[in-house]
């Protein structure tokens, strides 16, 4: 007796990343020369406080907390890859959360950090998330959002 069997395979796009805040990027990815050195290891964007800090893509909240006195959200999007937001003034989500692209994850300062983790080594979180067609503004700085 023989079994067919039958496999489905789902051919969509991806979903574009949602920008997490509307706002200037003032301090751009600076990539260190090695683990522990000098660098900045995601993007500083003006924001305005009380603005709603969006999650880039659906996930996992993995951590919620303050690290040297700064609230910071990471955010497990899949594939080895987290999403760190920081500076923000306050979360709505807790570890274990599971959020949608989209959802509000918590609520700005002046600025924001949003920086990107590959199997624990930084990268772009501009280029990563797709956001390189952002219009350019004064000195090479980006606008995230629209």
Same mark, same amino acid.
């Given at each position: 007796?023989? @079994?067919?069997?039958?496999? =489905?395979?789902?051919?969509? !796009?991806?979903? &574009?990343?949602?920008?997490?805040?509307?706002?200037?990027?003032?301090?751009?990815?600076?990539?260190?020369?090695?683990?522990?050195?000098?660098? @900045?290891?995601?993007?500083?964007? +003006? $924001? $305005?406080?009380?603005?709603?800090?969006? +999650?880039?893509?659906?996930?996992?909240?993995?951590?919620?907390?303050?690290?040297?006195?700064?609230?910071?959200v990471v955010e497990d999007i899949?594939?080895?890859?987290?999403?760190?937001?920081?500076?923000?003034?306050?979360?709505?989500?807790? +570890?274990?959360?599971?959020?949608?692209?989209?959802? !509000?994850?918590?609520? +700005? $300062?002046?600025?924001?950090?949003l920086g990107v983790r590959v @199997?624990?080594?930084?990268?772009? &979180?501009? !280029?990563? =998330?797709?956001?390189?067609?952002?219009?350019?503004?004064?000195?090479?700085?980006?606008?995230?959002?629209?």
């Amino acid at each position: 007796m023989s @079994h067919l069997v039958v496999v =489905l395979l789902s051919v969509t !796009q991806p979903v &574009p990343p949602v920008a997490p805040v509307r706002g200037v990027v003032v301090d751009g990815f600076r990539a260190p020369a090695c683990q522990r050195c000098a660098g @900045h290891r995601g993007v500083t964007i +003006a $924001t $305005t406080t009380g603005m709603p800090v969006r +999650a880039v893509r659906a996930g996992v909240i993995v951590f919620v907390g303050q690290v040297a006195r700064v609230l910071y959200v990471v955010e497990d999007i899949g594939r080895g890859a987290r999403v760190t937001y920081g500076r923000l003034e306050s979360s709505s989500v807790s +570890a274990g959360s599971v959020v949608a692209a989209g959802d !509000q994850i918590g609520v +700005a $300062t002046e600025s924001m950090y949003l920086g990107v983790r590959v @199997h624990g080594a930084y990268v772009n &979180p501009l !280029q990563f =998330l797709g956001f390189t067609a952002g219009r350019l503004v004064g000195r090479g700085s980006v606008i995230v959002g629209r």
